[in-house]
């Protein structure tokens, strides 16, 4: 089982750091992702990792989101920094064949 967490209500410009723990799961050697739903859109994806440590971003992402992994505490993150109304969704990890439950990111003044 996947959650992620970390996020909330945030002023444009700021930053947010999300997390996704894995219970159960072993994320040593796995592909995870990041993904989002923005109200009245469908999922979009936003970045994610293999198990050599490479990253990809989506081009909105660049030089503003970064992904990261602990294997060791089978958790992933996600750093977002300057936030933009834009980035306003429920936000999701993916990988081992599971989809976890979504944390919310407000950004609002």
């Known amino acids: 089982q996947l959650q992620a967490s970390g996020g909330g209500l945030v002023q444009p410009g700021g930053s947010l750091r999300l997390s996704c723990v894995g219970s159960?799961?072993?994320?040593?050697?796995?592909?995870m992702s990041w993904l989002r739903q923005i109200p009245g859109k469908g999922f979009e994806w936003i970045s994610d990792?293999?198990?050599?440590?490479?990253?990809r971003l989506a081009t909105f992402a660049r030089g503003r989101f970064s992904i990261s992994r602990d294997n060791a505490k089978n958790t992933l993150y996600l750093q977002m920094n300057n936030l933009s109304s834009d980035d306003t969704g429920v936000y999701y990890c993916?990988?081992?064949?599971?989809r976890g439950k979504g944390t919310l990111v407000t950004v609002s003044s």
């Open positions: 993916q990988g081992l064949g599971a």
């Open positions: 159960g799961l072993s994320f040593s050697g796995a592909a």
């Open positions: 990792t293999d198990s050599n440590g490479g990253t």
